[in-house]
């Protein structure tokens, strides 16, 4: 091979090269930037903070948010009338309510237990909070910086992910005992939806009986539900809308709350 096609060969190739380098460079530039967007801002960046100080302040948050957010759901109708949160009848109901729609009057038995249900959560709304508090600060946070700059709920579900099941324990005694109690016009929510799933398994179980001996499918399925653990994980479901909302507030005006924590994290970030 010539000396001017192995020079045109090296020139080539160091053209190569160096082209190489810019694009990987630019490719490790954009991938950091995805890693960032991803992050939440986290990634490569520091802040005035420590972890231990972002844990301490999304703690602080979370039990702001519980306070906030349990005095609002222990008012009356603020599950009943809030369209977002307001319990309906579980899944599980649906054969009652399609009887109850071909009865004159059914469609106000079923209002009346939603009603009940809505009042028991209101009813124990205020009990949420020893719950929450005690569970909140039993969390083991391992990364507070990547919580706190993260999105407006990010306190919110993290508490979720790591403690509903355990929340869900704890809270349903307390619904359980609600559920009991006479809220509403001295007949209580246990009392009301006992006597509609009652009456309609009776209604149901001759032609039911009548269904199998045919081979056919059972015309009124018996309903069997646990009330009281879906009452609980449905009146949960409320508390957590309402902590993320309060969760935002806080993001947004940090300086309005009493804890040092929340201020200097959180204020830190609206700067």
Not at 148 to 177: H, N
Not at 209 to 224: C, H, I, K, M, T
Request: hydrophobic letters at 40%.
């Amino acid at each position: 091979m010539k000396k001017k096609h192995i020079k045109l060969i090296l020139s080539l190739l160091t053209v190569s090269i160096f082209s190489s380098l810019i694009l990987f460079t630019s490719c490790l530039s954009t991938l950091s930037d995805f890693a960032d967007g991803m992050l939440g801002g986290y990634s490569g960046k520091s802040y005035s903070f420590t972890n231990e100080e972002a844990i301490a302040a999304m703690k602080d948050a979370l039990v702001e948010g519980i306070g906030s957010a349990s005095g609002n759901l222990s008012k009356t109708d603020s599950y009943y009338k809030n369209a977002a949160l307001k319990i309906m009848l579980p899944k599980e109901a649906e054969p009652i309510l399609q009887v109850l729609s071909q009865i004159p009057g059914g469609q106000t038995l079923a209002n009346d237990v939603v009603l009940r249900l809505n009042r028991t959560a209101e009813s124990t709304a205020k009990d949420t909070v020893s719950i929450f508090t005690s569970s909140i600060k039993g969390m083991t946070v391992t990364d507070g910086v990547k919580i706190v700059t993260g999105r407006r709920d990010a306190a919110t579900q993290y508490l979720r992910d790591k403690c509903y099941d355990k929340l869900v324990s704890l809270y349903k005694p307390k619904v359980s005992k609600a559920l009991d109690q006479p809220l509403v016009a001295g007949v209580s929510a246990s009392s009301a939806w006992s006597t509609l799933v009652t009456n309609y398994n009776k209604y149901g179980a001759i032609p039911n009986s009548v269904a199998r001996l045919a081979g056919q499918s059972e015309p009124f399925p018996a309903v069997q539900v646990d009330l009281a653990q879906f009452a609980t994980e449905k009146a949960l479901d409320g508390l957590f809308v309402k902590i993320a909302e309060e969760e935002g507030k806080i993001r947004d005006n940090p300086f309005g709350y009493a804890s040092d924590m929340i201020k200097k994290v959180f204020g830190s970030l609206r700067k």
